[in-house]
Structures are given as structure tokens and as C-alpha cells.
């Protein structure tokens, strides 16, 4: 009973100590409880955003032919829900490229180098993904009638459950905006 009657007392000395009876403190606490809930909650993504990091043909960089699609849209980023992750994997495809030049057709190596993020639940990559990611960049490169890609072999990476920095690509904030007006509430506080 005496071991109850000190731990309690105990207690009572250390809510004493940090006053939250104050309401200047009581609110700097609500607000860094709500500053360490916006910073772990949510995981900011590229939703559904494929980039190019490397287009080579025949041993040439073509990356400027195609620097629309080294960065993401801005439209494409959001905060994954809750329970969810922004899923990243390196793809990396080998391919043959034919092109009629002077009335024949003359067929090069493609390399392709390139990067995926998405919110999802974690996941592990699989041959049937990375089968479907092969099927999309086909179709992808087939658009023009002019260029025909064949013979693809596709290797995709391990699938990265970030939680943490997972931007791809664009300009990153150092701090989330939710972040900079909970430190600027506390410091009016103060």
C-alpha cells in the first residue's frame, strides 16, 4: 500500500513539475503533440508517376529528346492514406529499336533506365508486376509508327516502402508546410 501511496506521490511531484495547469504550457503541449502527429502520419508521394533517369540509343544519351518525363508532375503528388506507403522501384529495360533510315530499316540497342512511385500498401516486386511494367513501356514507346521497340528485357528493383523523403523528383520543401505554421504557432505562444 505504501508503494502505491509513494508512486502516486511521485506522480503528483512530476505534474506538478510540468504545470499543464498553465495554459500557456497546456497549449504548447497540445501543439507539439499535434506537430509529432502531422509529422509521422502521413508518407508525401508522386502518385502513379513513372520518370526517365537514362535514354541511351546505341551508346548515345538521348536524354534531352525526352526531359519532359524526367520529372513528375506537380499534379501527381499527394499525401498517401493512412496505412499507406509511396511505393519506389528502379526499372531498368533493354530493348531494340527499329527506324527505317533511307528507305531501310535499321535496327539499334535502347537502354532505359528508369524510376516509379506510387501510394499503395508495401508490397514485394514480383515477375507478374514487373511483367505489366514491361507491358506499359511497350505500349509507351510504340506510339509513333515511325520507331518500332522489340525484344524488351526488363529488370525491375526491389520495391522501397518509403516513409520518409520519398519525393522522386522536383524540388522538395525542407519542411512540410504543416510543419513551418505549427513552429510559427508555438513561437506566438511563447
Not at 506537430?35 to 533517369?53: K, N, P, Q, R, W
Not at 514485394?124 to 522489340?150: L, R, S, W
Amino acid at each position: 500500500y505504501q508503494r502505491r501511496v509513494r508512486e502516486f506521490q511521485t506522480f503528483q511531484h512530476y505534474f506538478k513539475r510540468i504545470n499543464l495547469s498553465n495554459q500557456h504550457n497546456m497549449k504548447i503541449l497540445v501543439l507539439l503533440c499535434a506537430l509529432l502527429g502531422v509529422t509521422s502520419a502521413a508518407v508525401e508521394c508522386y502518385d502513379d508517376c513513372a520518370i526517365m533517369l537514362e535514354y541511351d540509343v546505341d551508346g548515345t544519351s538521348y536524354m534531352e529528346l525526352v526531359a519532359n518525363e524526367t520529372k513528375c508532375s506537380e499534379s501527381t503528388k499527394k499525401m498517401c492514406a493512412s496505412g499507406e506507403v509511396c511505393a519506389i522501384f528502379t526499372i531498368d529495360i533493354e530493348a531494340k529499336m527499329t527506324m527505317e533510315v533511307d528507305g531501310q530499316n535499321s535496327t539499334v540497342d535502347a537502354v532505359i533506365e528508369g524510376k516509379y512511385s506510387g501510394c499503395s500498401e508495401a508490397y514485394e516486386m514480383t515477375d507478374e508486376i514487373c511483367q505489366g511494367v514491361e507491358a506499359d513501356y511497350e505500349a509507351g514507346f510504340n506510339v509513333d509508327p515511325a520507331y518500332k521497340y522489340h525484344d524488351f528485357d526488363t529488370q525491375c528493383g526491389a520495391v522501397d516502402a518509403c516513409t520518409k523523403d520519398c519525393l522522386i523528383s522536383g524540388s522538395r520543401a525542407v519542411l512540410p508546410g504543416a510543419v513551418v505554421l505549427l513552429v510559427a504557432l508555438i513561437a506566438r505562444l511563447m
